[in-house]
Each structure stands twice: as C-alpha cells, then as structure tokens.
C-alpha cells in the first residue's frame, strides 16, 4: 500500500502576507486560493519540483502560527539556493555542513522555519 505524503499545514497569521512570502520571494507555484466561506480560505502552495504541497493555515488546524518547525526542501546545491533565496529578500542562514549534508535555514514571517538540504553522496 502506497501512502504519499500530499499537504502539509503551516500556520500562519495573514493568508495574503504569508503567500506573498512563498510565492513571490520564496518561488513556491501557487496552486489553490479558495474563499470556502467567511472563516476559511484555502490557500496551496508547492514548491518547485516537489510532490508535496503546503496549505496556509489560519484555522484549519489548532497550531498557532509559526510553530511549524520541522519542514525541509531538499536542493542540488546549497550554495545556490541560499544566494537564490537572498536575492529575492529572505533572511536565509549561511550555508553549513553537517556530515549527512549541507543546509542553509530561512524562517517565514510567522517564525515557521524551513531546511534546505542538499543531500552529500559519498
């Protein structure tokens, strides 16, 4: 039995804000903004090239936002992501290595943090 992981919830205070962040700095590709009623918006996000999309969280969940803390992109270089990510404005980490690879980190304007791995083959 397959079970994929498809949608993962980031909590977030302003939908509009939040989006702006992902898609517009961090390049994620906007795939749903749905007014369900006056208390929900359902807004997905992919990032590029990945199976797994994330759904902005205003009260879909019980998670306050930012506490998200645990989300990783994996990257075929390190370097060029975190000069890609400063470039468009965001306050990424330097890149560092650990043994199991290299990672620059970024928060988004809630403090949901983010991994960007690039995996070392050895």
Known sequence: ???KLELVSVPVTDIDRA???????VGFVADHDI???????????TP???????VLDVTMTSMPAGSQQGLQVVV?????AYE????RGVT???VVDFPWGRFTFFADPDGNRWAVQQIMRG
Do not use: H, I, T, W
């Open 1 to 3: 039995m397959d079970m």
């Open 19 to 25: 989006k702006a962040f992902y898609v517009d700095q």
């Open 35 to 45: 007014p369900v009623d006056e208390n929900l918006r359902f807004v997905q996000l």
């Open 48 to 54: 590029p090239g990945s199976a797994c999309s994330v």
């Open 76 to 80: 075929a270089d390190a370097d060029a």
């Open 84 to 87: 890609y990510l400063v470039g």
């Open 92 to 94: 990424a980490e330097p």
